[in-house]
């Protein structure tokens, strides 16, 4: 009988991808969420005048394309503030788990995450 001179691998070290994957995810969700708070905080704090002229806050063009998110630019920072505690602020924990611990299983739980997050994203 042949024995094999492979050693075992690990299921991390199995699907390199989902690594990477998680720790891209991580990054991403993590300036996703500073810089949705950095725009509640300069829109809906400081009210930085230049910027939310900018914006065009109630304009024809401003609401066909983003909604009623950008009615005012109360509703526009209240809007950030929830996507970045609802959204971000979950993904990021749970990419910062999948790459701290590393496992399979929370790898895929970041996975399933974004993707869940996503089609919530589309269907809204």
Not at 78 to 89: K, S
């Amino acid at each position: 009988m042949e024995v094999s001179k492979h050693r075992p691998v690990s299921p991390a070290e199995a699907t390199p991808y989902l690594r990477w994957f998680t720790q891209l995810g991580l990054v991403l969700c993590s300036f996703g969420l500073l810089y949705l708070l950095w725009e509640w905080y300069t829109i809906g704090i400081i009210a930085d005048q230049e910027k939310i002229a900018d914006y065009q806050f109630e304009t024809e063009s401003m609401l066909g394309e983003g909604g009623s998110h950008y009615t005012s630019a109360a509703a526009y920072a209240a809007a950030a503030l929830r996507t970045a505690v609802f959204v971000c602020l979950p993904l990021t924990a749970v990419f910062a788990l999948a790459v701290r611990n590393g496992t399979r299983r929370f790898q895929l739980l970041a996975v399933a995450a974004v993707t869940v997050a996503g089609l919530i994203n589309i269907l809204l």
